[in-house]
């Protein structure tokens, strides 16, 4: 059936602009996510912090930059800790943004794990969908989102299963995974490369696990991403005398595919209940079987022994030993989850499909419109 052009309106993270990577995972998202829509014939204005780039244009595709203050991020905050907004802050900008131009669009997707985007959608007729970028990092957004789940349980949508029970929604939940362009990553099918370990560089991310299974087996560790918490970095580094890890800073994607695609696994170590686990699916483009922690998204991606291997969280010996078995892993196998599994374009389709089902559903609260 010929599906109607949708006109929508993408809202950024407010905590980095779109190249900054501060908005983490989100970037990637919202990036491979435009390439998707546009590929299924839809129209799209970005609204986002000024700063934004993305690494292609399209006829197909309106980007407005708004300036302000980034907002601080969840992460850096405590659970219990109130909703801040800085003074000059760009999140009620960007927002302003949105109404003004909302009422030529079918429908908004907010990006932003805030606080703000989700109470307008109590107030304004316009028809904004949320894709849950996190597990419940606050006590107030968890509230929030668990309040619009009970009005609107078609406007909410998460990565995995997993994610999503961090909330007590009153529906089933909308599950969109994420998806990356597959010319963006080249299959490798070297097979005695290095490990390598990606992602932000911050507590919650465990590198600190990695670094003891490539100490463990005497060899470096390769270690792509942001450098966010520079404290944490050098512990790691003083962990041990002899270097182990090779610092590979947060690279564009086809420098950082191009790289990882050597690695003969990637390791990937979450302590918190990681929402997907982008760089998982970067590997597998590539080719890269990964070993992670049975947590979150990851435990989701990796089926064991196909694509990669899941270790009980926090098992380093578990790591180790699945460390030692990788090359059971065909690589081409890694390669064919992805094309079948999280490609932008199915990634594009499974959001499509949630904005139809969010537009034509009738339900209560939306009645009211
Ligand atoms: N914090 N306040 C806030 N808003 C966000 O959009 C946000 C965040 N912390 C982290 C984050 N987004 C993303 O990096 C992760 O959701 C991937």
């Not at 905590?15 to 129209?43: P, Q």
């Not at 203050?69 to 905050?77: A, C, L, M, N």
Request: charged share 25%; with cysteine.
């Amino acid at each position: 059936m010929i599906k109607k052009q949708l006109k929508l309106i993408l809202v950024s993270t407010p905590i980095g602009y779109l190249g900054s990577g501060k908005g983490g995972g989100v970037e990637l998202t919202i990036v491979s996510l435009i390439k998707g829509l546009i590929s299924l014939g839809h129209k799209i204005i970005l609204i986002a912090p000024k700063g934004s780039k993305l690494p292609f244009e399209s006829e197909l595709l309106e980007i407005r930059l708004i300036d302000g203050v980034d907002q601080p991020s969840w992460q850096h905050q405590d659970r219990k800790d109130p909703v801040l907004i800085p003074s000059k802050s760009v999140l009620p900008n960007l927002w302003e943004e949105v109404i003004d131009i909302a009422n030529k669009s079918d429908a908004v997707i907010n990006f932003a794990y805030d606080w703000l985007p989700l109470w307008l959608t109590k107030t304004q007729s316009i028809k904004i969908f949320h894709l849950i970028s996190m597990g419940a990092e606050s006590i107030v957004m968890k509230e929030t989102i668990s309040e619009i789940s009970e009005l609107f349980p078609f406007r909410l949508a998460f990565h995995t299963k997993r994610q999503s029970k961090d909330y007590s929604l009153k529906t089933d939940p909308i599950i969109v995974g994420n998806g990356f362009d597959t010319d963006d990553y080249l299959f490798n099918e070297m097979e005695n490369g290095p490990l390598g370990w990606a992602g932000r560089i911050a507590p919650e991310k465990g590198l600190e696990d990695a670094v003891k299974v490539a100490n463990d087996l005497g060899e470096k560790l390769l270690v792509w991403g942001l450098i966010e918490d520079k404290e944490y970095a050098s512990k790691i580094e003083n962990t041990f005398t002899n270097e182990i890890v090779e610092w590979k800073g947060f690279l564009p994607t086809n420098k950082f595919q191009e790289q990882l695609g050597r690695c003969r696994a990637l390791i990937n170590t979450p302590k918190w209940n990681e929402a997907y686990g982008n760089v998982i699916v970067e590997a597998m483009a590539c080719g890269v079987p990964v070993i992670a922690y049975d947590l979150g998204g990851p435990g989701e991606l990796i089926e064991d022994g196909f694509n990669g291997f899941l270790v009980k969280p926090n098992d380093i010996e578990g790591l180790i030993k699945a460390t030692k078995s990788i090359s059971e892993i065909k690589r081409k196998n890694c390669r064919a989850w992805f094309e079948k599994k999280a490609t932008s374009k199915v990634f594009a389709e499974r959001v499509e499909n949630w904005l139809h089902k969010g537009l034509n559903k009738k339900i209560s609260a939306d009645l009211q419109d």
